[in-house]
């Protein structure tokens, strides 16, 4: 006898493409475990090519278009406001977002007086980001994995060594990283 798991709607955290860069392998992964995915609908060609399953698109306000009820609306000079008013509606534990490293750093920078409480994953043509709510992270990583911290006002680091171009973990276990600001910005490096 199999046992199966049951995905409900918004149990995974969402998939948001606002640009793809080169990620479409880091896409995949996510899209194993079935998260509701919205993409800008100048993309779809692409999705549909690839036989992937659209769940809504990001409409950019004022545009003549039907929009859905899985569509997230949004005005482009206020962006954040409208992810986080969406975010609000649901009951989600944290956000993946596709876009580029400008967009994340304009998120960023917006989300220091916007807090939010969920984490954010970036996927940038850079690589991948953590954004945490609070003001520290703890996460296991291997050994002399490396991680860039992107805040300019942290406190504490725990298990790293500084290298020229960021952080190298010490030894396979825990790294806490503690600001003293209310975000931490990670970037994962691939080792």
């Known amino acids: 006898m199999s046992s199966h798991h049951i995905i409900r709607d918004e149990q995974e955290p969402p998939v948001l ?50 929009i859905g009820e899985k569509d997230l609306v949004y005005n482009n000079s206020q962006i954040l406001e409208s ?14 977002i596709f876009c580029d490293d400008n967009f994340m750093m304009e998120l960023f920078q917006q989300l220091k007086t916007l807090p939010t409480s969920i984490p954010f994953i970036f996927f940038t043509e850079k690589g991948k980001y953590i954004l945490k709510p609070n003001a520290n992270f703890k ?20 298990n790293l060594k500084r290298e020229q171009d960021g952080y190298r973990v010490d030894k396979a276990g825990f790294v806490c990283i503690e600001v003293k600001g209310n975000l931490v910005l990670i970037k994962e490096k691939s080792v």
């Open 83 to 96: 992810l986080l008013n969406w975010i609000s509606k649901k009951k989600y534990t944290a956000l993946n």
């Open 17 to 66: 493409v606002f640009q793809l860069n080169d990620n479409w392998p880091q896409l995949s992964e996510i899209l194993g475990w079935s998260p509701n995915l919205l993409i800008m609908p100048e993309l779809k060609d692409i999705f549909e090519l690839k036989q992937t399953k659209i769940d809504g698109y990001l409409i950019e306000e004022n545009r003549e278009v039907n």
């Open 139 to 158: 996460k296991w990583y291997p050994e002399n994995f490396q991680i860039e911290i992107v805040n300019d006002d942290i406190k504490i680091i725990e």
